[in-house]
């Protein structure tokens, strides 16, 4: 029997309309280095039409990919309302990305259109020679004579296309399992992959961060959207955020802890999310210039394990509380979300929050063991996290890859416990356990305690070779300006704290820990730094 409901379709030129009219007084702004420009969403919404008639005018007439290479800002945003709502698919591209990847990326996707910011032309017009399917370059923010295009590439300047434009387009209606958006994985190894969303799973995913059990984002809120929003849809804040009406701060390029200090202060965002790179650096600038930030409800935390450390000096020094959640671009990317249980109190409830969180609703786990048998959810057994669900990707673009996805479930290569309610604590990621004399000492464990020394700033720790043993940590620590340490005084200080076999024996001082196009830790780059000998080691 079917049911008797109707089959409308979660699409985004829906989502488009509703922020555009149910929310048409909350503002996006774009920070300038002075002060934010903003623009409502019903202007927004004007602007996104525009946009899609001048890329409708470019020969955007289907599914073709219209690629972004932006900032966080509220061009970038027009672009994330216009291109899927339009019926075209937005690619957002990682500026950080390597050279040889960019160009990989943009022809494997097939972009026909690029925007991109003025600021970012040098970094992008050098590798439009070898971009061979991108027939217009669109310049936002800048000057379009600034891009030396290759013959039967046209450049054209972001905001003379719109001022052409009426300020009103008929959105078509849209297949929800259509293709939205597409972001590609930073690639550990081999070339990135790309992962396609779907408007239907976009539109879930934005109902699931506006939830009592994840980020609560609702219209009270002014959402300082840190985490770009080339990488991982920026956590899917701006959908949720046009969904029900939160406003948003956009930083774009300035991402530096003493610029971020600045938005605060001139903004007051209520809420926040970044990488725990980007809010240990923050929390160092406070520490040296102190400044309210008690406007902020809550900032969210994930992409990497959140050092517990920095969860308690920004709750107890700054009355902000820090939200941990897990998630990969696979998984749109909201994973798991540490909100503890509403009866949870105390340490009972640290402990809770330290976890990568519980699973939503819609995200089924479980774990698997090496003989591929499931682990049970019993707190300490451990296997590999496998996720599915609605907002989990089934494969790549153009690549089933069969090692990645199984029977409908994706393996997420992270390596974790989980608890009787649902709550994981991930150890490690299956390619940073170190294994030493057939233990496995989890990396992250060891990364979180040298990071409770008040002398720590980062700390991150890799397996090195060793001949009696395999394998055994080592840590490279970057210490606070201002403060000292030796190996031998953190050495100490791990005693009691980490089993007396984890005590690392190799150490090394850095000026900065290596870092991901994401700014997370980049142990390949420590890994042969090591292997190069370029690592000046203390031993014990
Ligand atoms: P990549 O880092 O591989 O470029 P993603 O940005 O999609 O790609 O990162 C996903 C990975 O980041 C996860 O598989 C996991 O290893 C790690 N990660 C994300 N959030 C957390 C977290 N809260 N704690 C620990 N690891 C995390």
Redesign the pocket.
């Known amino acids: 029997m079917l049911s008797t409901m109707q089959d409308d379709q979660l699409s985004l030129a829906h989502l488009l309309r509703h922020g555009t009219r149910m929310h048409a007084d909350s503002v996006a702004a774009t920070w300038t280095g002075s002060e934010a420009r903003g623009a409502t969403f019903a202007e927004t919404g004007r602007r996104a039409a525009k946009l899609a008639n001048a890329l409708r005018g470019l020969g955007i007439t289907g599914d073709e990919r219209v690629g972004t290479f932006m900032w966080n800002n509220n061009e970038h945003l027009e672009a994330y309302l216009a291109i899927p709502a339009m019926g075209a698919v937005l690619h957002t591209l990682n500026i950080r990305l390597f050279p040889e990847q960019l160009v990989y990326v943009t022809n494997h996707a097939e972009d026909k259109v690029v925007l991109v910011d003025g600021t970012l032309v040098p970094l992008f017009a050098k590798q439009l020679p070898q971009m061979t399917t991108v027939e217009h370059v669109v310049v936002a923010n800048g000057d379009p004579a600034s891009v030396d295009a290759p013959d039967g590439v046209r450049v054209h300047s972001y905001e003379e296309l719109l001022a052409a434009q009426p300020d009103t387009f008929d959105w078509p209606e849209i297949d929800e399992r259509s293709a939205a958006a597409m972001c590609y994985?930073?690639?550990?190894t081999g070339d990135p992959k790309g992962v396609v969303y779907s408007h239907r799973s976009i539109w879930l995913h934005s109902m699931q961060i506006c939830m009592s059990d994840t980020m609560r984002l609702s219209d009270a809120d002014k959402a300082l959207v840190i985490v770009p929003m080339f990488?991982?849809m920026s956590w899917g804040m701006p959908y949720a955020a046009f969904m029900v009406g939160a406003s948003m701060v956009l930083p774009d390029r300035f991402l530096q802890p003493e610029p971020i200090a600045a938005v605060l202060a001139a903004e007051k965002p209520t809420f926040a999310g970044a990488v725990p790179t980007i809010w240990q650096g923050l929390l160092q600038h406070l520490d040296a210039n102190p400044q309210d930030i008690s406007h902020l409800r809550e900032v969210v935390?994930?992409?990497?394990?959140?050092p517990p450390a920095m969860m308690h000096a920004f709750e107890e020094r700054y009355g902000v509380p820090v939200l941990?959640?897990?998630?990969?671009?696979?998984?749109s990317?909201m994973?798991s979300v540490a909100r503890p249980p509403s009866w949870a109190s105390g340490e009972t409830a640290w402990r809770y929050r330290y976890s990568?969180?519980r699973f939503p609703a819609s995200v089924k786990a479980r774990l698997i063991a090496d003989d591929g048998s499931e682990v049970p959810w019993d707190g300490e057994s451990v296997g590999e996290l496998e996720v599915a669900g609605p907002w989990i990707a089934g494969s790549y673009y153009g690549d089933a890859d069969p090692d990645k996805f199984h029977d409908g479930w994706l393996r997420?290569?992270?390596v974790g416990r989980i608890t009787p309610d649902g709550y994981l604590t991930?150890t490690d990621?299956a390619k940073d356990v170190i294994k030493s004399g057939g233990e496995w000492i989890s990396s992250?464990d060891l990364e979180n305690e040298v990071m409770a020394h008040p002398a720590v700033a980062e700390a991150a720790v890799i397996g090195v070779p060793d001949e009696k043993w395999d394998e055994r940590p080592l840590v490279a620590v970057v210490v606070r300006e201002g403060e000292r340490v030796d190996a031998g005084a953190l050495r100490e200080f791990l005693r009691g704290r980490v089993a007396k076999w984890q005590l690392p024996e190799h150490w090394t001082f850095v000026d900065e820990v290596p870092k991901?196009?994401?700014g997370?830790f980049d142990k390949k780059r420590l890994r042969a730094a090591h292997a190069d000998g370029a690592l000046d080691i203390d031993h014990f």
């Open positions: 994985t930073s690639g550990t990488h991982a935390v994930g992409g990497s394990a959140a941990h959640a897990w998630g990969m671009t696979e998984t990317p994973g990568q969180g997420t290569g992270d991930l990621r992250v991901t196009s994401v997370k």
